[in-house]
């Protein structure tokens, strides 16, 4: 192609990328933004890299495009120093260096890279930084592999093989000889252990550790997934034994000290499929309030502090829920079995004890070590159709629970209003549920709304987790805090403006927005088409919460103390303020142990909110390929859905049953369209046509693609 014709295609390029409302995508997914055919991609690519060498956009650990910020800390950094940072590779060869708290990442062309892997430790020489352009520079050492295992498709020759990365950072297949093949057959998916890492001109080299299975199988797909991101599904063979030496019932020594509870009426709500149950309910009523009993399973009892079961729930942080399997954080003789509150068998918890007054307001409360029996196991289902659905078959047969059912409501209501009036953010979305046939393919993919027993779980659990965070906080005692930091008043002042432009009163520009505002905006538009649409938004320009040893509040519940304390089965924070709770309530917290917590609790913070993070991208993962799977059943056939994001590069229209997709802007043939980004909507620059959010259109399934995980539509007149 000719220089202008190239320029003008930078141009469009960077433009795309610098829009406020672009978020960063891979190649492919431009591409398909874009509409460029599969055989004009390598023009885009030379467009691309001609931009990441020029400075002005750069690319993510994911091989995600974005507009590169400004470094002016980095026009003083001297070349000759030698700094450390993570080699990024990239498909074409070169590479990036990621610098701690460096905004801007370092250049390394291909000649430079000195044999580096993606994810490597480096260090690194700056070279002259050309005017305008992004300072570059050599890997000079490497110092540490960050990679052992990669994952990818084996491609066999007579003699040898190759594994094709499905990390396209990894621009290098993986040899593998015949004698490290482990009996992996031609395309099957693969985990390779790596031998060396290349040098010299020799690729890099392998030995297949484990066959995940043949492209197709059943599961094959989301394990591929859950293996991408380091999530490990099975545990070593020491942390079983551990496991497997726990008794399956409670020992007599370990009641010592303990309240008994077992004569307290007490119920589990969970949902049908759910078999680690942390959180059990007791709750009487009198004329002066509530007694509520949050009972949580005492997890810690069994696993011990820096025990092998504790070392690998620290690694894994959470528990993985995918569509077709959990992935759990301790194994299932603990998670299922003893630390389970199961029904009608005697359990070890940690109970929080409340005293409410008539308006919810707290009395009192205590934290308790006790010992409790579940007298029934009830579903979210049953739950609803007791006090919400009347269902007198059901209630009959809980009869001997339906009056505490009605009093959880009564509470829940009261939890519920108390929350609102002091400005908590109910973001009501409805989830995905995705069904899958015995060869986990999709059958049905629908909206599941939260139901009354729901919120009454959330509810209680919420005020537990308020309460425990409180005592612990203005104690000043060592602790893991669940924090919300407010959100950036730049990023939200956009949304809030096109809310003021909808006709929806809101505070004055520039004026920092509280929990409250949000709240009373979501209540003004509760039952409008536009409800789900604004609420993302929102969401979309908060912060993400995390795990913090500083107190410093949860913007979305406006509370000013929260942590999690209702989870430990699943969650290793949870598990581990249970031990800090232990030693406090049994007079353990010496001088030398609060300074034992002081010591590492950084780092649990640190590690629970990266296994978070970890957790939630690949379960969003997931989501997405088996909606693109399910939407390839639907090719060509007409639907109604409503128009749930605009951007400059196209109308996103969500189907009732959650799927979302994309319909280019170029699809819109009937007129040239343009993006009013004040006013989120695309306007025909001759018919006057506009199409905005909220908006009820009808489209066509275009194409569902499995490997980019994306849905296209076409609108239909």
């Known amino acids: 192609m000719n220089r ?84 990024i590779g990239h498909p074409k060869g070169f590479g990036f260096v990621e610098i701690t708290d460096c905004d801007e990442d370092i250049f390394i062309p291909a000649e430079n890279t000195n044999n580096a892997f993606h994810m490597d430790q480096v260090e690194i020489q700056l070279g002259i930084k050309p005017s305008g352009k992004r300072q570059e520079g050599v890997v000079k050492k490497v110092i540490s592999h960050g990679i052992t295992e990669v994952i990818g498709t084996l491609e066999l020759s007579r003699n040898y093989g190759f594994v094709v990365p499905d990390n396209a950072k990894i621009n290098h297949d993986i040899f593998v000889t015949k004698e490290h093949r482990k009996d992996a057959n031609n395309g099957d998916k693969v985990i390779v252990t790596m031998i060396s890492y290349g040098k010299n001109g020799k690729s890099p080299e392998g030995r297949i550790k484990e066959v995940l299975g043949a492209p197709g199988e059943p599961g094959v797909d989301i394990l591929s997934i859950a293996k991408s991101y380091g999530i490990p599904d099975e545990f070593p063979e020491r942390v079983i034994n551990q496991a497997q030496r726990v008794s399956p019932h409670i020992i007599e020594g370990d009641l010592a000290g303990r309240e008994d509870l077992r004569d307290w009426q007490c119920v589990t709500i969970d949902g049908e499929d759910a078999k680690d149950l942390d959180d059990a309910i007791t709750l009487t009523r009198d004329d002066n309030g509530f007694e509520l009993g949050v009972h949580i399973a005492d997890v810690a009892n069994y696993v011990q502090e820096n025990s092998a079961l504790d070392k690998e729930a620290l690694r894994r942080g959470t528990s993985v829920y995918l569509i077709d399997r959990v992935i759990p954080m301790l194994p299932r003789e603990l998670s299922n079995g003893i630390c389970s509150l199961n029904a009608h068998e005697d359990r070890l918890a940690l109970s929080c004890i409340m ?131 407010e959100p950036d008043m730049e990023k939200m002042e956009g949304v809030l403006s096109f809310i003021r432009n909808s006709g929806i009163k809101v505070r004055k ?199 980019t995980k994306t849905v296209d539509f076409v609108l239909v007149d």
């Open 509 to 707: 520009e520039k004026q920092v927005v509280t929990p409250k505002e949000i709240q009373k905006i979501l209540t003004s538009i509760e039952g409008t088409p536009r409800e789900p649409l604004i609420s993302r938004l929102l969401l979309r320009s908060m912060k993400q919460a995390r795990y913090t040893t500083g107190c410093s509040g949860h913007f979305g519940l406006a509370a000013k103390y929260y942590s999690h304390f209702t989870s430990p089965i699943r969650r290793y924070p949870d598990l581990q303020i249970h031990r800090i709770i232990k030693d406090d309530i049994r007079g353990r917290l010496t001088q030398q142990k609060t300074e034992h917590y002081l010591h590492f609790l950084a780092d649990v913070a640190q590690q629970s909110s990266a296994t978070e993070r970890r957790a939630e991208e690949a379960e969003r993962e997931t989501i997405k390929l088996k909606k693109a799977e399910y939407m390839q059943g639907f090719i060509d056939e007409e639907m109604t859905g409503v128009i749930s994001g605009i951007t400059a590069w196209g109308i996103y229209v969500e189907l009732p049953n959650t799927v979302e997709g994309l319909v280019h802007v170029n699809s819109l043939r009937d007129d040239y369209y343009n993006f009013d980004e004040d006013n989120y909507q695309m306007v025909g620059e001759m018919n006057k046509r506009v199409y905005e959010l909220g908006q009820i259109v009808k489209v066509r399934v275009l194409d569902a693609n499995m490997t």
């Open 4 to 87: 202008q014709v190239f320029k003008n295609r930078e141009k469009v390029i960077y433009d795309l990328l610098s829009h406020k409302d672009y978020m960063p995508m891979r190649i492919k997914e431009i591409a398909i933004l874009l509409q460029i055919p599969k055989a004009k991609r390598g023009e885009l690519e030379a467009v691309l890299e001609n931009l990441i060498v020029a400075g002005k956009i750069s690319i993510t650990k994911r091989g995600k495009y974005h507009k590169t910020k400004v470094d002016t800390r980095r026009a003083r950094v001297k070349k000759e120093e030698i700094l450390r940072g993570t080699f």
């Open 355 to 485: 005293q409410l007054d008539n308006e919810g307001k707290m009395i009192s409360h205590r934290l308790a070590e006790s010992v409790i029996h579940v007298d029934k196991r009830m579903t979210y289902t049953a739950v609803k159709q007791i006090i919400e659905d009347e269902d007198a078959k059901v209630i009959e047969e809980y009869q001997d629970f339906n009056q505490m059912f009605e009093r959880m409501r009564e509470l829940s209501l009261i939890l519920r209003n108390n929350r609102e009036r002091r400005g908590s953010i109910d973001f009501d979305f409805p989830e995905s549920e995705i069904h899958l046939d015995e060869m986990g393919r999709p059958t049905k993919v629908t909206a599941h709304e939260a139901n009354v027993a729901t919120k009454i779980i959330e509810d209680f659990m919420l005020l537990a987790n308020e309460t425990v965070a409180k005592e612990y906080c203005t104690r000043e005692i060592p602790f893991l805090y669940r924090t919300h930091e």
